[in-house]
Each structure stands twice: as C-alpha cells, then as structure tokens.
C-alpha cells in the first residue's frame, strides 16, 4: 500500500520561509512525475509545480523565483521550499505522484499540510 504524507506546513509571517516535504512509503519500484497543488477556501486546487523523474521543473507564474521543488529519489521524497510567503500563499498545499509498485502504476494524493501567511 502507497502512502504520501506532506509536512513541514504552519503558519507563518509576510516573507517568511517554509519547506514542505512530500514522503513516499510502501513497496515501490519508481516515482515518476510529482506535483505540488494548493487549494485556498472557496478557490479550485491550482498547480503550484512539478518535477519529473529526470529532475526538469514547471513552476506556476505565481511561485516562479519564490518557490524551488526538488527531490531525493533515495529517499522518495520530494520537497517545495517556499520563500517570501505572501498571504495569497495560504492554501492546504497536497503533493500528487505517479508510482510505479511491483504491480501497478497509479496516481496518489496526500491528505495535505495547511501552510497560513499572516501577520
């Protein structure tokens, strides 16, 4: 059984710094593309950016030169550091991946870390 589990969200001040971190358990032979999503209340889950298995990257316009993904494949994590948070950054920030385990490939969620910018 695959699991994704976010953490590292919180609340934190205008131009402060966070790192989310995206731990992949269970059995598994490959994690291919991964994605940061956020959803702030009453707004659709948007794409924040992503990071293929080769280590390429899209950044969302909005996180662009604030936001880094990257990635530990031996430790199948992936992370999202966060600099100069705005309040516009608050959301509940979920990690997507496709996994490869000995039986399947299939898309996973995790349950999501709120991270809250204010003052």
């Known amino acids: 059984q695959v699991q994704l589990v976010e953490s590292g969200g919180g609340l934190v001040q205008p131009g402060g710094s966070l790192r989310l971190s995206c731990a992949a358990s269970?059995?598994?032979?490959?994690?291919?593309?991964v994605g940061w999503y956020r959803q702030a209340p009453g707004k659709q889950r948007e794409l924040v950016a992503t990071?293929?298995?080769?280590?390429?990257?899209y950044y969302a316009e909005s996180v662009k030169g604030r936001f880094t993904i990257s990635r530990d494949n031996a430790k199948n994590t992936v992370y999202l550091q966060m600099n100069s948070l705005k309040p516009e950054d608050t959301a509940v920030y979920y990690c997507?991946?496709?996994?490869?385990?000995?039986?399947?490939?299939?898309?996973?969620w995790g349950q999501g870390t709120q991270v809250t910018v204010s003052s």
């Open positions: 990071i293929t298995s080769g280590g390429s990257t």
């Open positions: 997507n991946a496709d996994v490869i385990t000995l039986t399947t490939r299939r898309n996973y």
């Open positions: 269970g059995i598994i032979l490959s994690i291919y593309t």
